[in-house]
């Protein structure tokens, strides 16, 4: 990938878990709180997730996943449609011996979810993904401290720990969701791939101690909640899909939307950040002020006038309106299309915003 040399590779999975006490049956997210001490969101909640490494691309794996799932794609059904995410970026070529991109980033997002929250997305190698119902986490083995700490320190030992437990990465429970690039202005951008994974239970869940320090399942309009009263933060981009997801009544209807766009486009979005004279609003793609073109990889829009007003002013919008470190809004215009679900309007009483 060119275009900026800071780039790097990233997936994160959003775990989605039945809820076996709300009705109908709802969900709740996995949301895991980074370390104070953390150069990148320090103290946020965030999904798992974390930098692709070259061991999550590496040709090793064909041999675990042999001989039931087979290169190119092991079974995930045909490539979906691939383009460059935003002008000025593209991709290069890949190494003909590593991993497709979509299996290498499903890879690296599960053990993720493993090196900080003990989660092991794993399936074993004799068994048949599930096509019509949500997944299973693996039960925690006896011993799994250990390979932890081997596989923090060395990506490449999370091959090892498939090949001890005989399982295979659950790449197939793992669909397509969309991706967010890291706007300008920030001192480490990120192009990561987003990912969402329905389980039927929630897993037993231990925090690293290290990333990360705490954890929570929360419903969408929990974590909402708990934002807005400053018990959790969100970067706008994790507020942005709690909002999305809000949209689903209940687990089985989260799936059934995952599953139905398995040839879509899952769209990957670059905010722009529009500064005010009195804060910030994230532009995104649709909205009637976002700009496609390269210059905005880095630099930011700027005007003299107030957010209010510009807010006003909006006809064809979807953006995040930064209104403080904890209130957020979306105002959102457009209609949902290839089968990408957009949020609805999000809008924070002014009497709230006055009590800050």
């Known amino acids: 990938m060119s275009g900026s040399s800071s780039w790097r590779r990233a997936a994160t999975v959003m775990l989605a878990a039945g809820w076996a006490h709300s009705s109908p049956a709802g969900f709740r997210l996995l949301l895991l709180q980074r370390a104070q001490n953390q150069s990148f969101l320090p103290g946020a909640h965030v999904f798992p997730g974390g930098v692709l490494d070259a061991a999550d691309r590496s040709p090793d794996w064909v041999s675990l996943f042999a001989p039931r799932y087979t290169p190119p794609r092991f079974g995930l059904g045909p490539e979906p449609p691939r383009r460059a995410p935003f002008?000025?970026?593209f991709y290069g070529d890949a190494d003909p011996a590593a991993l497709p991109d979509d299996v290498a980033l499903r890879i690296c997002a599960i053990r993720e979810a493993f090196e900080e929250a003990g989660v092991l997305l794993l399936r074993p190698r004799d068994s048949t993904p599930a096509s019509q119902e949500p997944s299973v986490a693996l039960s925690p083995p006896a011993g799994l401290a250990d390979w932890r700490s081997r596989v923090r320190n060395d990506p490449?030992?999370?091959?090892q720990l498939c090949a001890h437990l005989d399982c295979t990465p659950d790449i197939w429970a793992l669909h397509d969701w969309?991706?967010?690039?890291?706007?300008?202005?920030?001192s480490r951008r990120f192009d990561t791939t987003f990912l969402l994974c329905c389980l039927r239970e929630t897993p037993r869940v231990e925090p690293d101690l290290a990333e990360v320090v705490g954890y929570k399942w929360l419903s969408p309009s929990e974590a909402t909640e708990c934002f807005l009263s400053k018990e959790i933060w969100l970067a706008p981009p994790q507020f942005y899909e709690v909002r999305?997801?809000?949209?689903?009544?209940?687990?089985?209807?989260?799936y059934r939307f995952c599953t139905?766009?398995?040839?879509?486009?899952?769209?990957k979005w670059l905010p722009i950040i529009f500064l005010t004279s009195d804060g910030s609003i994230h532009l995104l793609p649709g909205d009637e002020l976002y700009v496609k073109d390269s210059d905005f990889l880095e630099k930011n829009m700027s005007t003299d006038k107030k957010t209010e007003e510009i807010v006003r002013e909006g006809k064809v919008v979807n953006r995040i309106v930064i209104r403080s470190p904890h209130v957020y809004e979306i105002y959102m215009t457009l209609s949902s299309q290839n089968k990408h679900m957009y949020p609805r309007n999000y809008i924070v009483p002014k009497s709230h915003i006055a009590r800050l």
């Open 244 to 254: 999305r997801l809000e949209e689903f009544a209940s687990l089985s209807a989260l």
């Open 260 to 267: 139905d766009r398995r040839l879509e486009v899952a769209e």
């Open 87 to 89: 002008p000025g970026l």
């Open 178 to 186: 969309g991706g967010w690039l890291t706007p300008y202005g920030r």
């Open 156 to 159: 490449r030992c999370f091959l």
